[in-house]
Antibody
Framework: QITLKESGPTLVKPTQTLTLTCTFSGFSLFTSGVGVGWIRQPPGKALEWLALIYWDDEKRYSPSLESRLTIARDTSENQVVLTMTKMDPVDTGTYYC??????????????WGQGTLVTVSS | DIQMTQSPSSLSASVGDRVTISCRASQSIASYLNWYHQKPGKAPKLLIYAASSLQSGVPSRFSGSGSGTDFTLTISSLQPEDFATYYC??????????FGQGTKLEIK
């Protein structure tokens, strides 16, 4: 059974760096085609794709946020970490981590974490 | 980036109605199109993948069609639990795997 869970601060100040951790189980990030990604959703707004790290450690980012994002994996702990620098109130929202498998469902996202709400405010 | 445009942005319908939601890609994405619905406070749930494949456990009243740039999600007979926000997403080629802006389906 695949599960993912996000953790991190619920409140950050403007200009600070946000660090979120996704802890997963039920799959290996060493399996070909597999990845872990991050998606966010401002309150009342649409889903926004942020970043993805693949089984081979290749990383992909949203072009509009690439300069602020870093995604990395801790294989010993089955975790993926997302950092976002220079946080602004417009970055307020729920951040989800997701399981990705190119070989299944053509990359559609079957497994999601519960999401974690991050508020950016002074 | 590939832009995804959904229509309509919102929709009012009654239980038992047939409903269609459209999604258009800014370039061809073959059949790499997925549909999700999301209820308030919950993570999105996958309904349809690869444009027309029904995810396991999803009721057969949901169906998807299309290829290339134009796609449709159809709900054949709306049930009370179907009132939610619906999103399309493309997973063609390499990221970013963009989402549409969403369609809010409300009770009339």
């Amino acid at each position: 059974q695949i599960t993912l869970k996000e953790s991190g601060p619920t409140l950050v100040k403007p200009t600070q760096t946000l660090t979120l951790t996704c802890t997963f189980s039920g799959f290996s990030l060493f399996t070909s085609g597999v990845g872990v990604g991050w998606i966010r959703q401002p309150p009342g707004k649409a889903l926004e794709w942020l970043a993805l790290i693949y089984w081979d450690d290749e990383k992909r980012y949203s072009p509009s946020l690439e300069s602020r994002l870093t995604i990395a994996r801790d294989t010993s702990e089955n975790q993926v970490v997302l950092t976002m620098t220079k946080m602004d109130p417009v970055d307020t929202g729920t951040y989800y981590c997701t399981h990705f498998d190119r070989t299944m469902f053509r990359g559609a996202l079957e497994y999601w974490g519960q999401g974690t709400l991050v508020t950016v405010s002074s | 980036d590939i832009q995804m445009t959904q229509s309509p942005s919102s929709l009012s319908a009654s239980v038992g109605d047939r409903v269609t939601i459209s999604c258009r890609a800014s370039q061809s994405i073959a059949s790499y199109l997925n549909w999700y619905h999301q209820k308030p406070g919950k993570a999105p749930k996958l309904l349809i993948y690869a444009a027309s494949s029904l995810q396991s456990g999803v009721p057969s009243r949901f169906s998807g069609s299309g290829s290339g740039t134009d796609f449709t999600l159809t709900i054949s007979s709306l049930q009370p639990e179907d009132f939610a926000t619906y999103y399309c997403q493309q997973t063609y080629s390499t990221p970013p795997y963009t989402f549409g802006q969403g369609t809010k389906l409300e009770i009339k």
